[in-house]
């Protein structure tokens, strides 16, 4: 393994089960938890979205109403920008060095290297911070995407249980592509099918959106809500949408279906895109667009001209631009399950938005899709409100790997020994503490394992991009990259760039002596990052515990 230093709108009840194949079945807290008095711990929301760009947040008005009722983290990063390797990294608090999980797929099985097959390999599904709520009291729900090959098709077993839920909703890849789809319950620690047949094609746009996978996740999600929001103990629900991400087939579930497929009553009108006029949303909206990537090419350490890796052709403006309204498009319906959620969670429930990664659409004279150290891929929203949460913008720089130990703190709990993140609790009060200023980036090659569910949208893109490692801080990017996609070899380059004066990344500026200082307190910080080689459950060193100080 290469390192990285290195029918119709009702639903069809089928009555397969598998039982539990894993310790600590889906089910009730143990008895030494559950309370004799009501529990006044707060709840918990978090809604995760899936390829959710920054250039989208403008046009959601939940957004805006989270922005200015609680904290937003405009510096939050994702420790990669592919699903799975990032989802890993949120539920355990680990980078992917870590959780073992280093792509989205597994070649079927074959190279231990990402997808659930890793993720069950590796163990995380007991560190999973889920796991010690349950424990400790918390009702936990889930509801929507899970993990890459976390599946299900017609004439293949179920998988198995996922410890650490009270309630496990989880919707199958087929909903992708917006219709016809199952998705799970679990009763008495085993899993139950519900499979979400589409209406024909001749049904009424309503019936359709009926149907559609956000409104099923959404009306599974005010499910759980309904029935815990007065109950004694306190819960934890995850919402986990397949939007905005594009459909994975073809061609699409309807004769009209957009690569990224919004419900019918978002697809035509000038304000389908929410707070923006469709007609407003341009390429000006996506920094770095039409920028050559000549200027990005990689530096060898002496500063010379390495192997340039983005040598595909970039996105048209036209299809940048058509993908971009569609994408908003199919942000309203997630737009209006949250405000429904903010609407229906009382005054002791916090609520979580952000998204597993965010996507490229042309900048940086790329094609479409996700995967880069750049700021289109790793920079995700980040808002909390709830119950004593001052408004107002954070200077701290997140990671996806700091909200584990946040939600153990939240249910009063000392975050586990092997958690690599750091609880943002404290900021929820203090909107000017800084304990952290940079997050740390980790990036395997897909050509290890191939099958990409985006290959058939995005090409051999993501199989260009190069394995890396990298640093973030508020106003700069520094990346380690290996050049050589062999699994056994290595070779070198690496890419700076400063965020003072332009929003992307202009020009790699690793060889200028003007950044020489820069660069090198960069380097020395992913030096650092190098010895924290810690796996599993391994307790985290403290020297790695202060490297992103």
């Not at 965020?499 to 002596?513: G, I, Q, V």
Request: aromatic content about 10%; hydrophobic content about 35%.
């Amino acid at each position: 393994m290469k390192q990285l230093v290195r029918g119709w709108a009702g639903f069809c009840l089928l009555t397969l089960m598998v039982g539990a194949s894993m310790a600590a079945p889906v089910g009730p807290p143990r008895a030494a938890a559950v309370r004799a008095t009501a529990d006044t711990r707060p709840n918990v929301v978090v809604v995760m979205l899936d390829d959710f760009s920054m250039d989208l947040v403008q046009t959601m008005r939940s957004v805006q109403k989270m922005r200015k009722a609680g904290a937003s983290y405009p510096h939050s990063f994702v420790t990669d920008s592919l699903c799975c390797v990032s989802r890993s990294s949120f539920f355990t608090g680990q980078y992917p060095h870590q959780t073992g999980v280093r792509t989205n797929t597994s070649n079927q099985g074959q190279s231990g290297l990402g997808g659930w097959p890793a993720y069950l390999a590796n163990g995380n599904p007991g560190r999973a911070f889920n796991v010690r709520l349950q424990e400790s009291g918390y009702t936990t729900g889930f509801v929507g995407k899970f993990l890459n090959e976390y599946e299900w098709s017609p004439g293949r077993a179920l998988p198995p249980v996922v410890p650490g839920w009270s309630t496990f909703n989880t919707v199958f890849g087929s909903a992708y592509d917006g219709w016809d789809f199952a998705s799970t319950s679990v009763t008495d620690g085993k899993l139950r099918l519900v499979q979400h047949d589409a209406p024909p094609a001749s049904a009424s746009d309503s019936a359709k959106d009926k149907a559609y996978a956000g409104t099923v996740i959404g009306d599974l999600a005010m499910e759980f809500l309904t029935a815990n929001e007065a109950a004694a103990a306190p819960y934890f629900l995850e919402v986990a949408l397949y939007a905005p991400h594009n459909r994975t087939q073809p061609e699409g579930h309807y004769a009209d279906d957009a690569l990224f497929p919004p419900m019918f009553r978002d697809r035509t009108g000038d304000r389908s895109c929410g707070r923006v006029a469709c007609r407003k949303l341009t390429a000006a909206d996506l920094p770095g667009f039409g920028d050559p990537a000549k200027d990005n090419r990689p530096r060898t350490a002496g500063g010379k001209r390495a192997r340039a890796w983005n040598t595909g052709r970039p996105l048209s403006r036209a299809l940048a631009v058509r993908d971009l309204r569609d994408r908003a498009r199919m942000s309203q319906s997630a737009d209006r399950l949250i405000s429904r959620i903010l609407r229906t969670v009382g005054p002791d429930t916090y609520v979580v938005l952000t998204s597993d990664n965010g996507f490229h659409l042309g900048q940086n004279g790329l094609g479409r899709g996700k995967g880069t150290a750049y700021d289109t891929d790793v920079r995700v929203p980040l808002l909390v409100t709830g119950p004593g949460v001052v408004p107002g913008q954070r200077r701290e720089v997140t990671s996806n790997i700091d909200l584990a130990p946040t939600f153990e703190e939240l249910a009063g709990l000392s975050p586990a020994a092997y958690r690599s993140g750091l609880s943002l609790v404290p900021t929820f009060t203090q909107p000017a503490l800084v304990r952290q200023s940079y997050a740390f980036l980790e990036h395997t090659q897909q050509t290890l394992t191939g099958g990409d569910p985006d290959a058939a949208f995005t090409g051999s893109e993501l199989d260009r991009i190069p394995s890396y490692t990298a640093v973030r801080s508020r106003l700069a990017l520094l990346v380690r990259l290996d050049l050589d996609p062999r699994a056994k070899r290595t070779s070198w380059g690496y890419e700076y760039y400063s965020y003072r004066k332009d929003r992307w990344e202009r020009r790699n500026a690793f060889a200028s002596p003007k950044r020489k200082p820069e660069v090198d307190l960069l380097m020395a910080k992913l030096a650092a990052f190098d010895t924290c080689r810690e796996t599993g459950a391994q307790p985290l060193a403290e020297a790695c515990r202060g490297v992103r100080r």
